[in-house]
């Protein structure tokens, strides 16, 4: 019998999502390695298009990759987790197609139409030098993602919510639990030495209130950004027809604020909350035990929903309008806050794991390692980056890029997803990977290849590279450039080992036939 | 030397450190003898540790970095001289070129931009960035700065403002003489 036939629907929807997320990764890193050979000064683009795939570049990486992976796994665990049925399977689909034709018109508008107003869309950028089409085309293709993340969070929230049995607890409890408010009650009871009068284990597991929690700042996000892209299109529509709105309706520092703070929440959203819930369902898994400090964990969740709302202004510390109380309390403050509860996640995660010792080194445990490493060192990139004094030299750099955000995607949030994915592969799949070797390879290209790379833009970062610009003419970066070229080659052959390694456990076959119905599989 | 230097030295530092510890974490979790600690590291401790580190290190980059003040007390000092400048269509409108400053002198920058957002930096001739801020349309953007060090100086668009950005470089817009 082929495996296919094996497959729960569950699985099969997680698998969909985990096949595109993986192929537009591949995608990803083909546009990484296209804008490498640019900022090698060999002219392969040319500067319109470099800035179109620029365009692409982070929202097939984020959305594309990133989040379909996060849904994916989520759409398989939280069920399995809370021993409940999906809420809906075909709204999961739904916000499978949404996700990919989102992603792909965005790819559209930036690689045929030239879109290139590039993911901060400053105001009034995007109306002003765009061509009126490729703004709609691409504030659509923005529309389409974030009605699939609007889906994704209701689908979740609906399933942790609903209610099978008349066990079932009661919402208010499922709520409390869900966002980590037991978990500050509980530290609290204790400090004042307050005795439980029955003691129960915590309503929603750990793991689930990581994810439950990114949700809220991922629902967030999505009605921040999809109204944007309302915005985009009416605009779009109004040039077109001839009766082009003034783009001074929008004030752009405001629109600067409301746009940071929205997108800002996939940092924490995304990469922070989720994958802290990631490393504690690991950490469970492998240890078979509770995670230590599990009440601190769980209230760290619940004030993380404080801090990820209240850290946008460290993006407007280089705006000299923005008031600088807001740059000192939101942008500095509360963004180094991030620092505690990051460090609260890593602590719990590697105690659980030390009083577990001594442990196997799996494949799972070897690449969550690699992931908090790179959290660690990202992390702090971070802080260091959003402060009034320091960002006055690197702010827009490569350093903010580099040591920032490609540690904190390649190495920490990559790093994690594809430490669940080694561990959940077998339980969706039934089967177990061919290659140990494979997967060795793939964590080794990535840890390497991540680390090089970004460290090299970051040291051009240092010495006056700026991120988002060309260098045509100059070679003061070249050596630089050079070096993240070489790394960035090691995490593409890293990204081949685990595709291989993939498709030869699963086979082609059945990959195929999780979209289309291939004949020879139904006898 | 340059403060991005010395934060590329204490990061090599940290991330080696990093590494290290990560290093023997693996090796003692993994080792067949079960490996103890001479010491208990409490949760407590560990929060403490990282509230006081990162208020520590805004604490430094106040005391250690003189433009923080400068932007604090910006409305209290009087500039020597000011510069107004305006940016529209891809190019930069300098009163004057080069822009003339002395040594230790406090001047004033305003920029203004017609159209979209754009950066305003200041580059030395070994391409390390003095400073940058954002423009915004329809916004004053001012900035305070001394000059310690005599030389010509390199204005570029810091903030993406569309393809034509890249080309925003105006070479020895700024001389800064004794």
Known sequence: MNLIHKLSN???????????????????????????????????????HYFAVLNAHPIVG??????????????????TLMNKKLFSEKLATINFILMISGVMTVWLSSFFLRYAALYTNYWPLPVLRSPPLSLLVYGAGILLIMVGMLIFCFNLFATIFQKTTDHDKPLLALIISGIGLDGLINLLRRMFGIKEKHHHPPDVPLPVVAIFRGTIDTLLDAVVLGGVAVVFIVYAASILLGKALPHTLIDP?????????????????????????????????????????????????????IVSWNVWSHHLLSDQPQPLLLKFISGELITALELVTTGIAIFCSLATLWKARPLKMTIPLKFMLGGM??????????????????????????????????????????MTLFA?????????????????????????????????????????????????????????????????????MIIAVGYAAMMINIIRSVGVKTLVSLFIRIPTLEK | MYPTTVIGILFVVYSLLVFTIMGWFVYAVTHKRRI????????????????????TFHVVTYLKLPWVKWEIMSHAMTPKREFKINVGAYKFHFPETPMKIKVNDPVRFSVTSEDVTYGFGVFRNDGTLVFQMQVLPGHAN?????????????????????????KMIVKDAILVTK
């Open chain 1, 10 to 48: 569950l699985d099969k929807i997680a698998l969909r999502f985990v096949v595109f997320a993986l192929l537009f990764f591949g995608l990803t890193i083909i546009e990484g390695s296209m804008m490498r050979v640019e900022l090698c000064n060999v002219k392969f683009l040319g500067s319109e």
């Open chain 1, 62 to 79: 984020i959305f594309g990759y990133g989040f379909m992976l996060v849904m994916g796994a989520f759409y398989y665990l939280i069920p």
């Open chain 1, 253 to 305: 520092l405001l629109y600067k604020n409301v746009y940071w703070w929205g997108l800002d929440l996939i940092a924490d959203g995304l990469v922070l909350i989720y994958v802290a819930g990631t490393w504690y369902l690991l950490t469970m898994l492998i240890t078979k035990r509770s995670i230590v400090a599990e009440n601190v964990a769980r209230a760290a969740l619940f004030i993380e929903l």
């Open chain 1, 373 to 414: 490493t790179g959290f660690v060192i990202g992390a702090v990139a971070g802080i260091v980056q959003a402060d009034i004094g320091v960002n006055r030299v690197i702010h827009n750099t490569q350093w903010v890029i580099g040591p920032h955000a490609h540690i904190m995607m390649l190495l920490g949030l990559s």
């Open chain 1, 420 to 488: 669940g994915l080694y561990m959940i592969f077998p339980m969706v799949t039934k089967v177990e990977l061919k290659s140990q070797r494979l997967a060795d390879l793939h964590f080794w290209c990535n840890f390497i290849g991540s680390i090089g790379m970004s460290m090299a833009m970051g040291y051009a970062g240092l010495s006056g590279m700026l991120r988002r610009t060309l260098y045509f003419g100059e070679t003061k970066y070249l050596s630089h450039m050079y070096v993240a070229m070489f790394f960035g």
């Open chain 2, 36 to 55: 103890e600690l001479k010491f208990k590291l409490e949760l407590t401790a560990w929060i403490i540790f990282l509230a006081i580190a990162a208020v």
């Open chain 2, 142 to 166: 001012e900035i305070l700065w001394i000059f310690h060090n005599e030389g010509n100086y390199t204005v570029r668009s810091t903030e993406y403002s569309g393809p034509e950005n890249w």
